[in-house]
């Protein structure tokens, strides 16, 4: 009877009036949604006072310390040998031996290869030889000049025959210096067939075999002599920091280390030689040359390396972890830890960051401990749980002492909150504080 009624309601009802009705319907479902949804979101909204009777944020803290802290500029660099050259040979002639294996080190005057010098040898004996018949000449014309002397001086000759046999004499001695000139070049040519290396140095692959007819004008040349120790590195640094680089460099020689493009880790420690008199216009960068001692040879001509030059050192400033640096709309802050396992939120003024570490020049004393790790609920005047990188945090409790085996409340939850918060892993922590005295 009732199930009856409606249907012969909405059977005398008009098709604009059902359209009515229905949009009706919607509207009424879409507002009983809406405050369902906004009342039932309300709840959450109160969650953080929840949160904060669970207990102490899990944190990770560290103490501001004092040290000397290194002022580094950095780039990347090509490493170059501080000579090269391409052995060539100075004389035609046929490569009788190479005298050098390939990779092998050389010292300056060892002989790497050999011509024949059958033919050099035959220029020299002639050298030798013209030379020797000229002598015997000069020494016949001065002893005929003598007689001549002896004669003139008695009137037995003219004047004439004298002065022409001084003439010979001073001639054959002209030839006797040419022909020792001849003896020298021969000698000179000759001593070209023992080629030898220019530098100490290491080969590279031969670029001829033996038995090869070489040639000066041979461009590639026989092999290719490189100095590997010391080795030099060429890197570019932007015109901004030329002025740093210059008013450190006047004071005294400037430490550059060579590192590892993987793990930072130094390879060798050299010294700034050279910079450039000039900035590149098109790069906006000026050049610079540090001279590298390579004793282990972990400097390859050719090869890519990160370098960092040593401008400065700031002596016994505060140094923290960069992971405590926060930043909001009022600046850098940190959360500083109190004695009553509190913390407190103060403004900073940064000197110096890099990945590891930063340099505060007000703000925090290297007596205080700063947080690190676990910023996620962290408030200010907030309690925290002071933990280690290895295990779980030790609670802070105030008036007694946890029981043994008692759970803090809400542990779980507190650390699954801290995975599910996404904060970024801490970069700086205790580790490598050059000089650190706390």
């Excluded at 906004?38 to 207990?55: I, K, Y």
């Excluded at 450039?276 to 282990?296: C, H, I, R, W, Y």
């Excluded at 007694?400 to 922590?429: C, I, M, N």
């Amino acid at each position: 009877m009732h199930g009856e009624l409606p249907k012969q309601i909405w059977a005398k009802t008009s098709g604009r009036n059902r359209r009515i009705l229905a949009i009706g319907l919607i509207v009424i479902l879409t507002v009983v949604a809406l405050v369902y949804i906004f009342a039932g979101s309300s709840t959450p909204q109160r969650r953080p006072g929840r949160f904060a009777a669970e207990g102490p944020v899990p944190v990770l803290v560290a103490a501001a310390v004092r040290a000397d802290v290194p002022v580094y500029l950095g780039a990347v660099g090509t490493t170059r040998a501080l000579n090269t050259v391409t052995v060539r040979a100075q004389v035609d002639g046929k490569l009788l031996e190479v005298a050098f294996k390939e990779g092998q080190d050389v010292k300056k005057g060892d002989v790497v290869a050999r011509i024949d010098p059958t033919t050099f040898q035959a220029q020299l004996n002639q050298a030798a030889a013209k030379k020797a018949q000229d002598e015997a000449q000069l020494a016949n014309a001065k002893r005929d000049l003598e007689r001549y002397e002896r004669l003139a001086a008695t009137n037995a000759i003219n004047r004439q025959q004298l002065d022409t046999q001084k003439a010979l004499v001073n001639q054959n001695a002209a030839l006797v210096l040419a022909d020792q000139a001849a003896v020298e070049s021969a000698q000179a040519t000759l001593g070209y067939t023992n080629i030898v290396a220019p530098i100490d140095g290491r080969t590279g692959i031969r670029q001829v075999d033996e038995g090869n007819i070489v040639h000066p004008s041979d461009s590639t040349g026989i092999v290719t002599l490189t100095q590997l120790h010391p080795i030099s590195v060429l890197f570019n640094l932007p015109q901004q920091e030329l002025n740093q680089v210059n008013s450190a460099f006047a004071k005294g020689p400037l430490s550059v280390d060579a590192q590892r493009s993987d793990n930072d880790a130094v390879i060798d420690r050299g010294t700034l030689r050279v910079v450039d008199n000039q900035v590149d216009q098109s790069t906006g960068t000026v050049k610079l040359k540090a001279e590298f001692p390579n004793a282990e040879l972990q400097l390859w001509p050719g090869q890519f390396v990160n370098v960092r030059l040593l401008i400065d050192t700031l002596k016994q400033v505060t140094v923290i972890p960069t992971g405590a640096v926060q930043r909001g709309p009022n600046g850098t802050f940190v959360y500083v830890v109190k004695d009553d396992n509190t913390v407190t939120m103060r403004p900073i003024n940064v000197q110096k960051q890099d990945e590891t570490q930063t340099v505060v020049a007000s703000g925090v004393e290297p007596s205080e401990r700063v947080v690190t790790t676990g910023f996620a609920r962290l408030v200010d005047g907030g309690k925290i749980a002071i933990g280690s990188a290895e295990g779980a945090p030790a609670a802070a409790t105030q008036g007694g002492r946890q029981r043994s085996g008692q759970r803090p409340a809400g542990d779980d939850q507190r650390q699954t909150g801290a995975k599910r918060s996404g904060e970024p892993r801490q970069r700086g922590g205790n580790n490598a504080r050059p000089n650190a005295q706390q």
